[in-house]
């Protein structure tokens, strides 16, 4: 892979992107919500659809010349009901977050309620947080994980929603690693007559290969990611069903984008396709393992994991009672410089700020993509620690990291 072609005209960021290149390559990735890519999808982004307005949806275009553009939009659509078994599904939103706007914008007005899991125990910003547009446009009440177990309390939920009598009830979080019941969420719902949208954004992935339990058919809306564990283009997905299909449709446009990013549609067509392979169900399920193993072999380091353990791609670590001096941005920092890549996260009952929070999170989409199994996932867990019993020790990172580069030689990426 290389960017001539960029080279010839920009220099500096031909320079940025083969860095960037070069760090992905070199590094670890474990970065909950990221992950590789295919040079399939890639290719698809990068096409000439780039150029092509196509505001509307696939037959009804309100330009010229979009056949090519309804073909892509066709296949993304079809690949996605046969990968999710929604009844109908928009492709468009440009992110996970611009899709959580078309459900409320489909359903909600201002001033509406939002019932939502808080940003600290895992939640999403644009699940009502105030410096988001859904805390700014719409009353919001959060519930907590449950702080012995870390897991929801849907007991509590249902309670919290009888007493606030949200519009919408939304489930599917950022930093829970643990298999969410969407039939629980759906009754405290239902007690309510509200709504009730289920955000996979991490999971897309893990539910459409059936390692995690799906969320259509209950929740009147999923929502996701198309660029985390499904390793599609990069973008937003909403699912529903035939009744919601007008109101979500024109929620997203013309009520919250113009013109749809048609490349990045032909990526989400070109990684769907690949998701409906069989090997993709191989993958999701490695990821899964692979999150066990990481978490298992901390626990064995002395390291205490929220919930004590998981059941999908991520494991959240709480670094209080075993690290009592060291913060999450102290351990992102250092593994950082030993070229392991992850995310200072809070942690339920979190005690420091946002900024500089208690824990890390651990995600295995992207390495076990690169071909990590459980032994290699060990190493890294054994990797990790090292670094966070000695953040402050250059000699330690740079050991570390000259293990990092036998691991990134033996899983090589984008050759
Ligand atoms: C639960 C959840 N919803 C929505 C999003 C937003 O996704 P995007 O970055 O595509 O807007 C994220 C991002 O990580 C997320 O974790």
Avoid at 318 to 340: K, T
């Amino acid at each position: 892979m290389d960017y001539e072609t960029v080279r010839s005209v920009d220099p500096e960021v031909a320079d940025a992107l083969d860095g960037e290149l070069d760090r992905q390559q070199n590094t670890l990735s474990m970065i909950a919500s990221e992950n590789h890519v295919s040079e399939a999808v890639l290719e698809a982004q990068g096409s000439t659809l780039t150029n092509k307005y196509a505001e509307g949806y696939p037959g009804k275009r309100y330009y010229a010349g979009c056949e090519n553009a309804d073909t892509v939009e066709e296949l993304a659509i079809e690949r996605a009901k046969d990968l999710w078994g929604a009844e109908h599904v928009n492709v468009q939103p440009h992110s996970g977050t611009q899709a959580n706007m078309g459900v409320y914008f489909a359903v909600l007005e201002p001033g509406d309620k939002i019932l939502s899991l808080d940003l600290t125990h895992g939640g999403h910003l644009s699940h009502g947080h105030p410096a988001n547009f859904a805390g700014k446009l719409y009353e919001v009440e959060q519930y907590e994980v449950d702080a012995e177990t870390g897991r929801i309390d849907y007991d509590a939920v249902r309670e919290r929603a009888e007493a606030f009598d949200p519009d919408i009830v939304v489930s599917g979080y950022s930093a829970y690693p643990r298999e969410v019941k969407w039939d629980r969420i759906q009754e405290a719902a239902d007690a309510v007559d509200a709504y009730h949208l289920a955000d996979i954004a991490h999971i897309t992935g893990l539910v459409a290969a059936d390692v995690h339990a799906s969320p259509v058919g209950i929740a009147d809306f999923v929502t996701g990611s198309t660029h985390k564990t499904i390793r599609a283009g990069r973008g937003g997905i909403i699912m529903t069903g035939e009744e919601f299909a007008d109101d979500v449709d024109s929620a997203v446009f013309p009520g919250g984008q113009g013109g749809p990013l048609m490349h990045n549609i032909a990526g989400k067509a070109v990684g769907f396709k690949e998701a409906l392979q069989p090997e993709f169900a191989e993958y999701a399920e490695q990821v899964v393992a692979n999150a066990k193993a990481i978490g298992e072999r901390l626990q064995e380091h002395g390291f205490t994991l929220v919930s004590g353990g998981t059941d999908t791609h991520l494991v959240l670590v709480d670094l209080r009672d075993s690290h009592p001096d060291v913060s999450g941005g102290d351990a992102e920092a250092a593994l950082e410089a030993a070229d392991i890549v992850l995310n200072a996260n809070t942690v339920p009952g979190e005690t420091r700020s946002a900024f500089d929070p208690s824990g890390i999170r651990i995600g295995t989409p992207a390495l076990t993509t690169r071909g990590f199994d459980e032994a290699a996932m060990e190493t890294v867990a054994d990797l990790i620690a090292r670094v966070v019993d000695n953040v402050d020790d250059e000699a330690v990172l740079s050991e570390v990291s000259a293990n990092v580069d036998r691991l990134t030689d033996e899983f090589p990426l984008y050759e």
